[in-house]
């Protein structure tokens, strides 16, 4: 039978076997080092039940520039922070034929990864385990690779083949949506025109992240993602059949399913737009929970200014005297505060607060 590695971080990190490679192994246990402690583990009891009457909402974007639906936009962004688009007008067999490729990457032979790792620049791609490994007390059960929607030369250069043509093809196609998305936005904020500079600080910067969440033999001691808010100004997340999501519920207390719809793209608002908007637009804590039978794999889009911008409340957010609650920050030092502790809730906006 085999047996946990010696050292753990080793055969994660620098042999790049990453979480799948630990569950390959067919280990009874999940090692220690993945234990959650009792008290952050999410206990069936709370979970608000699928059937009740708070859930996610779920907007047609058809007709996007109907006010109606851009009303629905801004209740959702508003009142819940986490809302599901379905008709956002990015073929499904994109979605599908991206799905494909994220398994066809992680299912490459070890050293073929290994030289993936090796032989990218991080700042186009990153292939990692867990969270920030380095500077977390308890690793996630989960594997990310990280490709920047750079130039088209540079991508053609570094994003792996496997996968490259799938996730070029689905960034053009959602860049134009994510656009508009922010226009509604926008919008709603009373900004009428999302000129190139205002572009650069809410889209400058995107990263389509594959998360690659192994069976795990152990579920209930674990976390897929411990609790956290995004850093970037929204997320678009395409997630597979298999679920497990949670957003905390607004009682602080108790978490809700965001449940896999076909064809659905999840957004949600992070934490440089809930600063940008002055509290309006509220960033949630989400969490992921592994599985014990399956693999799940979901596919975020991080949408972030450049790492130069600098972000704060937007003007029109203090036209009618309301206070700043936040002050101007480098987006690059925020992420890097980010990435230098293990996630933790909604503690990173701090960095930002007055
Ligand atoms: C993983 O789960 C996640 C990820 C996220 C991601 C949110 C973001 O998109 S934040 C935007 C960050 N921007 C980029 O990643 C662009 C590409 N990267 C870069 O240009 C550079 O890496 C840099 C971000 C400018 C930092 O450069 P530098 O100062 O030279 O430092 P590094 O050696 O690259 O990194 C130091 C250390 O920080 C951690 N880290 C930095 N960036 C990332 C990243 N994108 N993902 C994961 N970790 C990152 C990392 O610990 C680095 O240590 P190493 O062990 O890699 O050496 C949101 C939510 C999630 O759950
Ligand atoms: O896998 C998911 O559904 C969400 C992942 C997530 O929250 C993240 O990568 O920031
Ligand atoms: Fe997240």
Not at 122 to 129: K, M
Not at 227 to 241: A, E, R, Y
Not at 326 to 343: A, E
Request: hydrophobic content about 40%.
């Amino acid at each position: 039978m085999s047996t946990t590695p010696t050292n753990l971080i080793d055969f994660l990190v620098n042999q790049a076997n990453g979480v799948k490679g630990l569950a390959d192994l067919n280990l009874p246990n999940v090692p220690p080092q993945y234990f959650q402690p009792i008290q952050a583990r999410l206990n069936k009891s709370k979970i608000i039940p699928q059937d009740s009457e708070q859930s996610i909402p779920i907007i047609d974007f058809t007709n996007w520039d109907d006010p109606e639906v851009q009303d629905s936009i801004f209740s959702a962004a508003t009142n819940w922070g986490f809302f599901q688009i379905v008709n956002h007008g990015i073929p499904i067999n994109l979605l599908d034929d991206l799905k494909a490729s994220v398994h066809r990457f992680f299912e490459l032979p070890v050293k073929v990864k290994k030289s993936v790792k090796e032989n990218s620049p991080p700042e186009v791609v990153r292939l990692g385990t867990s969270f920030s490994p380095h500077a977390e007390s308890v690793l996630e059960w989960k594997d990310y690779l990280q490709l920047v929607y750079a130039s088209v030369e540079t991508i053609h250069s570094y994003w792996p083949a496997v996968c490259k043509d799938e996730a070029l093809e689905y960034m053009k196609h959602a860049e134009a949506f994510i656009r508009k998305l922010l226009k509604v936005l926008l919008k709603k904020l009373n900004v009428n025109e999302l000129d190139k500079e205002r572009e650069q600080t809410l889209m400058g910067a995107m990263i389509l992240s594959f998360n690659y969440y192994p069976a795990c033999p152990e579920p209930e001691l674990v976390a897929g993602v411990c609790p956290h808010s995004d850093i970037s100004s929204i997320t678009v997340l395409l997630q597979d059949g298999i679920g497990g999501l949670y957003v905390r519920d607004k009682d602080g207390n108790s978490w809700i399913n965001v449940p896999p719809v076909n064809g659905a793209l999840v957004i949600n608002i992070g934490d440089v737009l809930q600063i940008m908007s002055n509290g309006r637009y509220k960033s949630i804590e989400h969490r992921v929970v592994a599985n014990r039978n399956k693999t799940r794999i979901s596919m975020p889009i991080f949408v972030n200014p450049t790492p130069d911008s600098v972000i704060g409340p937007l003007p029109e957010m203090l036209e009618n005297g309301d206070e700043p609650q936040y002050k101007q920050v480098v987006f690059s030092d925020y992420f890097k505060y980010f990435f230098s502790k293990g996630h933790d809730g909604k503690k990173t906006i701090e960095f930002a607060k007055i």
